[in-house]
């Protein structure tokens, strides 16, 4: 029977010792401490100023984004437009080239044509 009621005992003072810290936990609570309140209001204030600020940031880099966005774009626009005017102008040096090249084919008709009628009219004197 020793080894029974040493059991018991063991059992008994393990009931009481989880009681015991069960009954510090509980008065050591935080809730039941005055200035938790306060504590625990100021950590949700800190907590929501915190998250409107990462909210601005948030927006801001938006804006900023959106910003870059629309200078890229209107950046694209000019090259575009650079691009397009640019193969205007070698459109347009390439016409002013070949009338050129057509002009100076009708002159040098002309003068072969001007030197065949002199030869012509040496012989025929």
Partial sequence: ????????????????????????????????????AERQKARLEAAAAREAREAER???????????????????????EAEKAEAERRATEAVQAELNKAALLVEQKAARDARYAARKARQKR
Wanted: without cysteine; glycine residues 4%; proline residues 3%.
């Fill in 1 to 36: 029977m020793r080894g029974r009621e040493n059991l018991q005992d063991r059992l008994s003072a393990a009931a009481k010792a989880k009681k015991a810290l069960l009954e510090r936990a509980k008065a050591a609570s935080p809730v039941n401490d005055p200035g938790f």
């Fill in 58 to 80: 948030r927006a801001e880099r938006k804006q900023e984004e959106e910003r870059q966005e629309a200078e890229r774009q209107v950046a694209e626009a000019a090259r575009l």
